[in-house]
């Protein structure tokens, strides 16, 4: 067991982890993908993970499986699936734990790691969040749209020899990956940019530099990164508004490998009638607030919306 040259397995090969698996895979580190969607992994085991966009277009070979009892070994375990699933995701790979093995959440919102951590053990959980954005566009094939940075880090704080050796080697094959001190903050600063823009994208089926290009859109976006901000320094993590905002400018940059042209991950879910993640994004947000008596009215109604259009499909 060891992390210079890590066995990693993926659970949830959708958008980011179909992404990550195959920027590390194509570099020679032994990734296996891991979903229930038998389409995908059937494509994916008989003509390679196809890669589009940012990088350039080409076909990677990866290890593929719907099935994670087939899977005996395991030194990392990135967990991508939907933060709803996490539960039966994290029962389902519990037999790779025990002897060494870690767990990384690189998922959106908040309370994924202490799901993970209650059935695979919170010393075995470290927390993720990346920069990047993906998209499936067809059964194996997954769209990258940027290059932006992935970091790891222990929820205790500070830095440890564990997250350092992940992000080396995460770093060496293909994933540019920097070790946090601080992986709660970090979190609440990626968070803030996926409440401003990831419902607003859901609703109108825009992309993110579409969002900022209407100024009452825009105006909504920075309502929402402001509530979410107030937030996040009522749980101990003070954000500034500048800094808040210069994150949110990264991800709605078109240019030097920002992610602007993405629509959020909501929006894919809603037009593929899947639940989508809003209460473990924009609601944990808005449950936390009234915790505290911070107000997110703008939130709330963002809630209100994608829970509507959730409701036109799901039963």
């Known amino acids: 067991m060891g992390f210079e040259q890590p066995k990693v397995v993926i659970v949830g090969a959708g958008a980011m982890g179909g992404l990550f698996g195959g920027l590390m895979a194509e570099q020679g580190l032994e990734t296996t993908l891991v979903d229930t969607w038998a389409e995908h992994v059937g494509a994916i085991r008989s003509s390679g993970l196809r890669i589009v966009g940012v990088g350039g277009d080409r076909v990677i070979p990866v290890r593929a499986t719907t099935d994670p009892a087939r899977v005996t070994e395991a030194d990392v375990v990135l967990f991508q699936c939907k933060a709803f699933a996490n539960e039966a995701a994290a029962q389902s790979v519990k037999h790779l734990f025990g002897r060494g093995a870690v767990a990384v959440t690189f998922q ?4 994924n790691e202490e799901v993970l951590g209650g059935i695979l053990g919170t010393e075995n959980v470290l927390g993720g969040l990346t920069a990047q954005a993906g998209l499936v566009e067809a059964p ?6 940027g290059d932006l940075p992935t970091y790891v880090g222990e929820l205790h704080g500070g830095l440890s020899e564990r997250a350092e050796a992940i992000a080396a080697a995460f770093t060496r094959y293909g994933l540019p990956t920097m070790a946090s001190a601080d992986i709660k903050r970090d979190k609440w600063k990626k968070l803030l940019g996926n409440v401003a823009l990831g419902a607003i994208s859901a609703v109108t089926d825009m992309r993110s530099f579409e969002i900022m290009a209407v100024p009452e859109l825009q105006e909504l976006v920075f309502r929402m990164l402001d509530e979410a901000a107030a937030v996040a320094a009522a749980e101990g ?4 508004v500048a800094e808040a905002r ?3 400018m990264q991800l709605v940059d078109t240019t030097g490998g ?6 959020s991950s909501m929006r894919e879910d809603i037009i593929r009638r899947r639940r989508t993640e809003i209460d473990t994004i924009h609601g944990a947000v808005a449950r936390l607030g009234r915790r505290h008596g911070v107000p997110t ?3 709330d109604a963002m809630v209100a919306l994608v829970k509507g259009l959730q409701s036109q499909y799901l039963t």
């Open 237 to 240: 993590h003070k954000l500034d």
């Open 297 to 299: 009215p703008a939130i």
């Open 258 to 263: 920002g992610t602007g042209a993405s629509k």
């Open 108 to 111: 959106n919102g908040l309370g």
């Open 140 to 145: 194996g094939v997954v769209r990258n749209f």
């Open 246 to 248: 210069e994150v949110l």
